[in-house]
């Protein structure tokens, strides 16, 4: 096969895995800057062009979309869709997975456990949105935030006013979220690929941190998750219409609350952690479906 990696750069350490991981399949792999890809929207023939040539012999792409770039990487990925081309994660599922208040919309309506949540638009609705969640302490997150960016716990009612104050004034759109406490900064990050769980690991946040994020010093180790976190895991990817997703699960005295479902999740993390060649998972889902490759999307919402 000839597999596309959509990404900046290839020195990435998720890109180069999964370019290694494909080339010791036998196949050939090109990382394609997305954002120097440009598309002739054609009746009857629409094509991608990157560095001059048409990109008309790919058989398989793999969307590493940044958050920063979601319009224009998945209008690039919906190009390759409208040329009958599989893709590893679909534009639209991209899309879906990115807003994190869209995402939570369609894991309730799928009845996929989540924290308890809040959404409003006037600061003169702050008390109710509060009391939505139980309260102080909670969670306040801006809704387009990644790594952890724009994600602050508010440990008093007076704290959580300012913050959401503080954003609304900034025009930011947030969720406000109760606060899991029996989860000790520790998350489950459950990596998904063709509704399997392939590896699972447990982030810890460091000394005096709630975020568990990798990139803010969180440590990961090897877990054996549940049946109840393995379907919930599966669940939330099945509900966004991700393939692959990297899907991040609280455990909290009601059982597997899902925090966020990641459209490009980080291979360096959980490969390191599990002993697990996750990249070479991917390149094997996508061999088993570009023959039977179907591009719509079937998830509403």
Same mark, same amino acid.
């Given at each position: 096969?000839?597999? @596309?990696?959509?990404?900046?750069?290839?020195?990435?350490?998720?890109?180069?895995?999964?370019?290694?991981?494909?080339?010791?399949?036998?196949?050939?792999?090109?990382?394609?800057?997305? +954002? $120097?890809?440009?598309?002739?929207?054609?009746?009857?023939?629409?094509?991608?062009?990157?560095?001059?040539?048409?990109?008309?012999?790919?058989?398989?792409?793999?969307?590493?979309?940044?958050?920063?770039?979601?319009?224009?990487?998945?209008?690039?990925?919906?190009?390759?869709?409208?040329?009958?081309?599989?893709?590893?994660?679909?534009?639209?599922?991209?899309?879906?997975?990115?807003?994190?208040?869209?995402?939570?919309?369609? +894991?309730?309506?799928?009845?996929?456990?989540?924290?308890?949540?809040?959404?409003?638009?006037?600061?003169?609705?702050?008390?109710? +949105?509060?009391?939505?969640?139980?309260?102080?302490?909670?969670?306040?997150?801006?809704?387009?935030?990644?790594?952890?960016?724009?994600?602050?716990?508010?440990?008093?009612?007076?704290?959580?006013? @300012?913050?959401?104050?503080?954003? $609304?004034?900034?025009?930011?759109?947030?969720?406000?979220?109760?606060?899991?406490?029996?989860?000790?900064?520790?998350?489950?990050?459950?990596?998904?690929?063709?509704?399997?769980?392939?590896?699972?690991?447990?982030?810890?946040?460091?000394?005096?941190?709630?975020?568990?994020? +990798?990139? $803010?010093?969180?440590?990961?180790?090897?877990?054996?998750?549940?049946?109840?976190?393995?379907?919930?895991?599966?669940?939330?990817?099945?509900?966004?219409?991700?393939?692959?997703?990297?899907?991040?699960?609280?455990?909290? $005295?009601?059982?597997?609350?899902?925090?966020?479902?990641?459209?490009?999740?980080?291979?360096?993390?959980?490969?390191?952690?599990?002993?697990?060649?996750?990249?070479?998972?991917?390149?094997?889902?996508?061999?088993?479906?570009?023959?039977?490759?179907?591009?719509?999307?079937?998830?509403?919402?």
């Amino acid at each position: 096969m000839k597999i @596309a990696i959509l990404s900046r750069k290839s020195s990435l350490v998720s890109t180069r895995r999964l370019k290694e991981a494909g080339e010791q399949r036998g196949h050939k792999v090109q990382v394609i800057d997305y +954002l $120097r890809c440009y598309m002739n929207i054609t009746s009857h023939r629409p094509t991608v062009i990157y560095s001059g040539r048409e990109l008309n012999d790919v058989d398989a792409v793999i969307p590493r979309i940044g958050a920063s770039h979601t319009f224009y990487g998945t209008a690039v990925v919906r190009q390759f869709e409208m040329m009958g081309i599989f893709t590893a994660n679909e534009s639209q599922a991209i899309t879906r997975s990115r807003d994190k208040l869209r995402c939570l919309q369609l +894991l309730s309506r799928d009845g996929v456990g989540l924290p308890v949540s809040g959404f409003a638009h006037s600061t003169k609705d702050i008390d109710g +949105l509060i009391d939505i969640v139980g309260g102080a302490p909670l969670v306040v997150k801006i809704v387009e935030g990644t790594q952890g960016v724009g994600v602050i716990l508010a440990e008093t009612r007076k704290a959580a006013e @300012a913050v959401i104050e503080a954003f $609304r004034g900034l025009e930011a759109n947030i969720l406000v979220q109760e606060f899991i406490q029996e989860a000790s900064g520790s998350d489950v990050r459950c990596f998904v690929v063709g509704g399997k769980v392939v590896a699972a690991m447990m982030r810890t946040a460091r000394p005096g941190e709630f975020r568990s994020n +990798l990139h $803010r010093g969180g440590t990961a180790v090897k877990i054996k998750i549940s049946p109840e976190e393995r379907q919930t895991a599966v669940r939330a990817a099945k509900s966004m219409g991700l393939r692959v997703a990297g899907v991040d699960i609280l455990r909290s $005295r009601h059982g597997p609350v899902v925090m966020e479902v990641n459209s490009s999740p980080g291979l360096e993390g959980i490969e390191k952690a599990t002993k697990i060649d996750v990249a070479s998972k991917v390149i094997e889902y996508i061999e088993k479906q570009v023959d039977v490759a179907d591009s719509k999307d079937r998830i509403k919402g």
